[in-house]
């Protein structure tokens, strides 16, 4: 139906609702009386339907437990792994920390070993200095042993003198340093004492 003119078209409004209403209300009557025809017929069919419907929901209540027991057997496994790993990771650090500190006292001894080294190849090097200046001043000594002037051969023997005795201190003083050095962990061969 068309709409007539704008005084028409509000009771054609009215008409369209009333109409929905009468329909609405034909399809609620229609569902009562087909409830009311099964609760009546079928009390039977209704407690079929309850304990099919109850045993289902029972299932299905089992099944999620199951699934959530697995879930949290799975939860308690997974924990005890991890619990094992933080354990392993724990010792894994300590002994990182105890090489560490053992690479560490390493270090150091060696730097300590080198600084002795240093000071051995320093205290040989001037014991042999000594030792050829020894050997040379022995050479001038008999050089001049053989000296005809007299008073110039004693001048020259007392200094000779002198400078053999003062490198005979030094000589003594570098030994004493070289055996202490060696009681205190240093490392010199036998041969140099």
């Given at each position: 139906m068309?709409?007539?003119?704008p005084p028409?078209?509000?009771?054609?409004?009215?008409a369209?609702k009333?109409?929905?209403?009468i329909q609405i209300?034909a399809?609620?009557?229609?569902?009562?009386?087909?409830?009311?025809?099964?609760?009546?017929?079928?009390n039977?069919?209704?407690?079929e339907?309850?304990?099919?419907?109850k045993?289902?929901?029972?299932?299905e209540?089992?099944?999620?437990?199951?699934?959530?027991?697995?879930?949290?057997?799975?939860?308690t496994?997974t924990q005890?792994?991890?619990?094992?790993?933080?354990?392993?990771?724990g010792?894994?650090?300590?002994c990182v920390?105890?090489?560490?500190?053992?690479?560490?006292?390493?270090c150091l001894e060696l730097?300590?070993?080198?600084?002795?080294?240093?000071?051995d190849?320093?205290?040989v090097?001037?014991?042999?200095?000594l030792r050829?200046?020894n050997v040379k001043?022995?050479e001038e000594?008999g050089?001049?042993?053989g000296?005809?002037n007299?008073k110039?051969?004693?001048?020259?023997?007392v200094?000779l003198k002198k400078?053999?005795?003062?490198l005979?201190?030094e000589?003594?003083?570098?030994?004493?340093?070289?055996?202490?050095m060696?009681?205190?962990?240093?490392?010199?061969?036998?041969?140099m004492?």
């Open positions: 068309a709409p007539p003119g028409c078209w509000h009771h054609w409004q009215l369209e009333e109409m929905v209403r209300q399809l609620l009557d229609q569902f009562y009386n087909k409830e009311n025809q099964v609760i009546h017929n079928g039977n069919k209704s407690d339907l309850n304990d099919a419907f045993k289902t929901m029972l299932k209540l089992q099944e999620e437990r199951a699934d959530k027991s697995n879930t949290m057997q799975q939860l496994e005890k792994r991890l619990q094992a790993q933080e354990l392993l990771l010792q894994s650090q300590t920390q105890e090489l560490t500190n053992e690479l560490r006292n390493r730097r300590d070993v080198g600084q002795r080294t240093q000071e190849e320093k205290c090097q001037e014991n042999e200095l050829k200046q001043l022995s000594n050089k001049l042993v000296h005809k007299h110039q051969r004693i001048e020259y023997l200094n400078d053999n005795t003062k005979q201190e000589n003594e003083k570098l030994k004493t340093e070289m055996m202490l060696r009681d205190n962990g240093g490392c010199l061969p036998l041969e004492t």
